[in-house]
């Protein structure tokens, strides 16, 4: 189906790496999107935008996912993920559309389980370290980001101060993927 777009198989396995756009990438979103692997997830924010921008924004990135083999998701409600051909969503707040993927957020036990409760494929857990999303804000660390992951009912993706070397000591600790904004940039490596 060249035209139309065909929502992921849930027979395919879920994304366990996840770029999330914010609009203080500028222009370095695309060499971090050129970095993901075939399998990885995008998360749509650009929050900011106003609808037109947005939308083409979203479109661009469509269409480069759908080249690489990446999953896409949208910031923002179900009606618009389906119009736009996408994946999933990311923080609805009621279960989506039954065809897409729904990610979650989560920053403790309750918000871990209520994601699960609410039938979120994945919940990202935050922050695990130090981020510039959020400068000052109370972290989780290692060893409660463990506790918390080891505990949780659904994959969690640690999300915060991520790196790939980050990702792969806590896997250990119950990480099933990582996100990162700025984790994909050339110096994160």
């Known amino acids: 189906m060249p035209e139309r777009h065909r929502p992921l198989p849930r027979s395919r396995p879920l994304p366990r790496c996840w770029l999330l756009t914010d609009e203080r990438q500028g222009a370095a979103l695309w060499p971090a999107l050129a970095r993901l692997q075939r399998g990885a997830g995008v998360v749509v924010r650009h929050y900011g935008l106003d609808a037109g921008a947005r939308g083409a924004l979203i479109t661009r ?50 918000e871990l389980v209520a994601a699960a409760r609410r039938g979120a494929d994945q919940v990202l857990l935050s922050p695990v370290f130090a981020t510039r999303s959020h400068p000052g804000a109370a972290t989780l660390g290692p060893v409660r980001f463990g506790l918390l992951a080891r505990h949780a009912r659904l994959p969690v993706i640690a999300l915060g101060g991520m790196t790939s070397d980050r990702a792969r000591r806590l896997a250990a600790l119950g990480a099933h993927g990582w996100a990162g904004i700025d984790g994909w940039g050339a110096q994160a490596r």
Not at 85 to 97: C, E, I, K, S, T
Request: glycine share 6%.
């Open 61 to 110: 990135i469509r269409a480069l996912a759908r080249r690489r083999g990446l999953t896409v998701v949208l910031a923002g409600p179900a009606e618009d993920a389906v119009r736009l051909r996408l994946d999933g969503v990311y923080q609805h707040p009621r279960r989506a559309h039954r065809q897409l993927i729904e990610l979650a957020t989560a920053h403790d036990r309750a």
